[in-house]
């Protein structure tokens, strides 16, 4: 049995496909390309696939990472080709190996967001001087969703904004989050919190779509994950 971590991309229209409907959608891939995965025994097995990191809803990357174990005789880089034929083109794994580090291992996600100004009236300057005035505040206050219910957590504190570019019709943020099984922050947490203040201090600096994509899954030393 040879344990494997593929790595993949989910890229454009695939970005809509919910975690859940992506776990169905790899197992389906599986039977489709005739690898010999191992199920889990007990009365109902089932495949044995673990995604370490889910990604969030609309957002596009790079870096996804998927784990399971050839139950048979097949290489790790035939068992990817054969996936890579039956899955759809926005969704594709880019390298296989022999996992190294544990999924607990994980502490930060990287991420680009775009936002873009709705029309050419709206000055990306203008966007990022709100930006700029926005996250000079000593606290950002949001609530977020816990096992629990929900709490009131200072996402400032707990976003790194690694750059803050503009561009010629919006702005480019570079953040890097927690992530993993201790402490998981959305960067949608901030972004929401920053397009709330947009909407109530400048009405007239109207945006438009918000690109998201996950750049990078990183352990505590700042090393990639995979």
Same mark, same amino acid.
């Given at each position: 049995?040879?344990?494997?971590?593929?790595?993949?991309?989910?890229?454009?229209?695939?970005?809509?496909?919910?975690?859940?409907?992506?776990?169905?959608?790899?197992?389906?891939?599986?039977?489709?390309?005739?690898?010999?995965?191992?199920?889990?025994?007990?009365?109902?097995?089932?495949?044995?696939?673990?995604?370490?990191?889910?990604?969030?809803?609309?957002?596009?990357?790079?870096?996804?990472?998927?784990?399971?174990?050839?139950?048979?005789?097949?290489?790790?880089?035939?068992?990817?080709?054969?996936?890579?034929?039956?899955?759809?083109?926005?969704?594709?794994?880019?390298?296989?190996?022999?996992?190294?580090?544990?999924?607990?291992?994980?502490?930060?996600?990287?991420?680009?967001?775009?936002?873009?100004?709705?029309?050419?009236?709206?000055?990306?300057?203008?966007?990022?001087?709100?930006?700029?005035?926005?996250?000079?505040?000593?606290?950002?206050?949001?609530?977020?969703?816990?096992?629990?219910?929900?709490?009131?957590?200072?996402?400032?504190?707990? +976003?790194?904004?690694? $750059?803050?570019?503009?561009?010629?019709?919006? /702005? &480019?943020?570079?953040?890097?989050?927690?992530?993993? *099984? @201790?402490?998981?922050?959305?960067?949608?947490?901030?972004?929401? +919190?920053?397009?709330? $203040?947009?909407?109530?201090?400048?009405?007239? /600096? &109207?945006?438009?779509?918000?690109?998201?994509?996950? *750049? @990078?899954?990183?352990?505590?030393?700042?090393?990639?994950?995979?």
């Amino acid at each position: 049995m040879i344990p494997v971590r593929a790595t993949f991309e989910k890229r454009r229209r695939a970005k809509y496909i919910s975690h859940l409907d992506l776990m169905r959608c790899m197992q389906r891939a599986f039977k489709r390309a005739g690898v010999p995965i191992w199920y889990t025994e007990g009365f109902n097995p089932h495949a044995y696939l673990m995604f370490p990191l889910a990604l969030s809803l609309g957002y596009e990357s790079g870096c996804e990472c998927m784990d399971f174990r050839i139950d048979g005789e097949m290489t790790m880089q035939e068992a990817m080709e054969r996936m890579n034929r039956v899955l759809p083109p926005d969704l594709q794994i880019c390298r296989v190996a022999e996992p190294v580090r544990k999924h607990t291992d994980i502490a930060f996600a990287d991420y680009t967001l775009t936002l873009d100004c709705a029309d050419d009236t709206v000055p990306a300057e203008a966007l990022r001087a709100a930006w700029d005035a926005f996250i000079a505040q000593p606290e950002i206050l949001v609530e977020k969703k816990t096992k629990r219910g929900t709490a009131e957590v200072d996402v400032k504190a707990q +976003a790194q904004i690694l $750059s803050a570019e503009t561009l010629e019709h919006g /702005l &480019r943020l570079r953040l890097r989050m927690p992530a993993g *099984t @201790a402490v998981n922050v959305n960067p949608s947490l901030l972004t929401d +919190a920053f397009l709330a $203040s947009l909407a109530q201090q400048h009405p007239e /600096l &109207r945006t438009g779509m918000l690109r998201a994509e996950r *750049t @990078a899954i990183l352990c505590a030393d700042g090393t990639p994950f995979a």
